[in-house]
């Protein structure tokens, strides 16, 4: 009888907790700062339709980077908590701080169990008041770990370069022009070389204090980041993941003779595969032997029977 192993629970902490830093890593950062009347959201996000900056309730707002379909869960059971506390008791016993430590819970419990992989996320939950001291902005971590950040924050990415940019850089009391560009511009900093990313890469939102309507959150659009940001010179593309330059990542035309011990070999002898692996158009071309492709043979028509009447199937 085979012993099981034993791993210290130490070290079972430490795993879980690279797995989950490694998946946040390789996403895109997102930055919050503060400004004179609420708080900024900006992060690189070519997609229109996956947010990872969302609104939660009047003056709530989440943002999260990881994996999206563990952070679009979170975010959906904190609307449902939000809109049943608000509904059961009063819109103003929805707070940002109840919201971070209900979030906290759950991201604590799935990280110290061991029946499931801890979430690969990484949340903020921000939170305007009437003036800006009593604006609040929580982080949370994929372990449930809460923390109170102040002027800015960034998570995801290359967070440490966003962040160090940020320090250089920020001010107390910036208008919301002066805020989007000071996170854009740290969005695209590198220790080698700087990026100008398109407006249409970035999704940007705020919550604006000045707003007369209860619902504070709002989106501010590629046209309007435009005017916004100015003339920044000509576009950066974003680098490709390291695995996406990796020899074999996309399927080849294979061009040699078959191999019958290779199980992605796609030609058969001198007979050319039926359709191109990879435009999944029909192939065109002549066999390897040069001679031009015949038809089948058909069997000859049968004499029908005397009498005249069809012949029958069988």
């Given at each position: 009888?085979?012993?099981?192993?034993?791993?210290?629970?130490?070290?079972?902490?430490?795993?879980?907790?690279?797995?989950?830093?490694?998946?946040?890593?390789?996403?895109?950062?997102?930055?919050?700062?503060q400004?004179?009347?609420?708080?900024?959201?900006?992060?690189e996000?070519?997609?229109?339709?996956?947010?990872?900056?969302s609104?939660?309730?009047?003056?709530?707002?989440f943002a999260?980077?990881?994996?999206?379909?563990e952070?679009?869960?979170?975010?959906?059971?904190?609307?449902?908590?939000?809109?049943?506390?608000?509904?059961?008791?009063?819109?103003?016993?929805?707070?940002?701080?109840?919201?971070?430590?209900?979030?906290a819970?759950?991201?604590g419990?799935?990280f110290?169990?061991?029946?499931?992989?801890?979430?690969?996320?990484?949340?903020?939950?921000?939170?305007?008041?009437d003036?800006?001291?009593?604006?609040?902005?929580?982080?949370?971590?994929?372990d449930?770990?809460?923390?109170?950040?102040?002027g800015?924050?960034v998570?995801?990415?290359?967070?440490?370069?966003v962040?160090s940019?940020?320090?250089?850089?920020?001010?107390?009391?910036?208008?919301?022009?002066?805020?989007?560009?000071?996170?854009?511009?740290?969005?695209?900093?590198?220790?080698?070389?700087?990026?100008?990313?398109?407006?249409?890469h970035?999704?940007?939102?705020?919550?604006?204090?000045?707003?007369?309507?209860p619902?504070?959150?709002?989106?501010?659009?590629?046209?309007?980041?435009?005017?916004?940001?100015?003339?920044?010179g000509?576009?950066t593309?974003?680098?490709?993941?390291?695995?996406?330059?990796q020899?074999?990542?996309?399927?080849?035309?294979?061009?040699?003779?078959?191999?019958?011990?290779?199980p992605?070999?796609?030609?058969?002898g001198?007979?050319?595969?039926?359709?191109?692996?990879?435009?999944?158009?029909?192939?065109?071309?002549?066999?390897?032997?040069?001679?031009?492709p015949?038809a089948?043979?058909?069997?000859?028509p049968?004499p029908?029977?005397?009498?005249?009447?069809?012949?029958?199937?069988?």
């Amino acid at each position: 009888m085979s012993m099981p192993y034993y791993v210290s629970p130490e070290q079972l902490m430490k795993d879980r907790a690279d797995f989950a830093r490694k998946g946040i890593a390789r996403g895109r950062s997102v930055v919050v700062v503060q400004f004179a009347d609420g708080v900024l959201f900006v992060s690189e996000n070519p997609s229109q339709a996956l947010h990872k900056v969302s609104e939660i309730y009047d003056r709530i707002a989440f943002a999260a980077v990881g994996r999206y379909n563990e952070f679009e869960n979170l975010r959906i059971a904190g609307v449902r908590l939000a809109d049943m506390r608000g509904y059961a008791y009063d819109r103003r016993d929805v707070t940002g701080r109840g919201l971070a430590n209900a979030y906290a819970q759950t991201l604590g419990t799935i990280f110290s169990s061991g029946g499931e992989k801890p979430y690969e996320v990484e949340l903020f939950v921000a939170e305007i008041g009437d003036e800006a001291a009593d604006d609040q902005i929580y982080r949370l971590t994929y372990d449930g770990q809460v923390a109170d950040e102040h002027g800015y924050a960034v998570m995801g990415g290359a967070a440490d370069q966003v962040a160090s940019y940020l320090k250089g850089n920020y001010a107390d009391g910036a208008s919301l022009d002066e805020a989007i560009k000071l996170a854009v511009s740290a969005l695209g900093h590198s220790d080698t070389d700087d990026r100008v990313i398109a407006a249409d890469h970035l999704e940007v939102a705020v919550l604006d204090r000045t707003r007369t309507q209860p619902r504070k959150f709002r989106r501010i659009r590629p046209e309007a980041l435009d005017g916004i940001l100015g003339e920044r010179g000509p576009e950066t593309p974003d680098e490709p993941e390291a695995e996406d330059t990796q020899a074999g990542a996309a399927p080849t035309v294979p061009t040699g003779p078959d191999n019958p011990t290779d199980p992605t070999d796609t030609v058969s002898g001198s007979t050319p595969p039926l359709e191109d692996p990879v435009t999944g158009e029909p192939a065109s071309g002549e066999p390897a032997s040069g001679e031009p492709p015949t038809a089948p043979p058909t069997a000859p028509p049968t004499p029908p029977a005397p009498g005249g009447e069809p012949p029958i199937a069988p």
